[in-house]
């Protein structure tokens, strides 16, 4: 029962580097998403995928790039980090079924950009 | 998505029924309900949804009047742990959900 799973649970990065948070899910759902929470706030959501090859731009989306290849995994790589993009994310998944959008999110990845 | 309009903070006694009302005025015939909550630093549990008629579940319980512009979430035992951030989000998509403020309700001992 593993569901979803993130990592690292934490990271520090310099401004101007970059790095990919993983994300891997084991109950073969269609939809992915990422999202972020800053202080004090509710989740905005990033890039979101409805299948393998599929992936669209949300609110945020902007420092950020995703790719999904398989159905199980869904990367999110900052190409250069800004101290903007300090915050948690979460990664999330369901079956994309509407009348029972139950999603299911990691436990989130917290990231100090300095 | 509608708009969502959650009380910031509630107070609520250990034991006693939780009531966490939401206020979505636009709602639309096929937006859903959902309910959600976010215990500190963890990420978001679903908790119920529903669409028309009231729904029960072993967590909670949804109340969703007649007119559907306004829903309110029921924990009939609020124990320490339901202290959390509980999200009511309105939508008629399958995947993606509009997070507000959400209320943040304090369980007192």
């Known amino acids: 029962n593993a569901g979803v799973t993130q990592t690292p649970k934490f990271q520090v990065l310099k401004t101007g580097q970059s790095m990919t948070l993983q994300c891997a899910q084991d109950m073969n759902h269609e939809y992915m998403s990422w999202y972020r929470q800053d202080p004090g706030m509710g989740l905005r959501l990033i890039h979101y995928s409805v299948g393998a090859g599929i992936t669209d731009q949300g609110e945020v989306p902007n420092g950020y790039n995703v790719s999904r290849s398989t159905t199980e995994d869904f990367p999110l790589r900052l190409l250069s980090a800004a101290p903007s993009q300090t915050s948690v994310y979460f990664c999330a998944s369901s079956s994309g079924q509407r009348a029972k959008n139950i999603q299911y999110f990691g436990a989130g990845t917290r990231l100090s950009v300095l | 998505d509608a708009k969502t309009t959650q009380p910031p903070s509630m107070d609520c006694a250990e034991g006693r029924a939780a009531n966490l009302p939401c206020n979505h005025s636009?709602?639309?015939?096929?937006?859903?309900v959902y309910w959600y909550r976010q215990i500190h630093s963890q990420g978001p549990q679903y908790i119920i949804h529903?669409?028309?008629n009231n729904e029960t579940n072993e967590m909670a319980s949804l109340i969703i009047t007649e007119d559907r512009k306004s829903s309110t979430l029921i924990l009939p035992h609020a124990t320490l742990r339901d202290t959390a951030v509980y999200y009511c989000i309105v939508t008629g998509s399958a995947r993606q959900l509009t997070f507000g403020s959400g209320t943040q309700l304090t369980v007192l001992p």
């Open positions: 529903g669409l028309k």
């Open positions: 636009t709602i639309s015939g096929n937006e859903y």
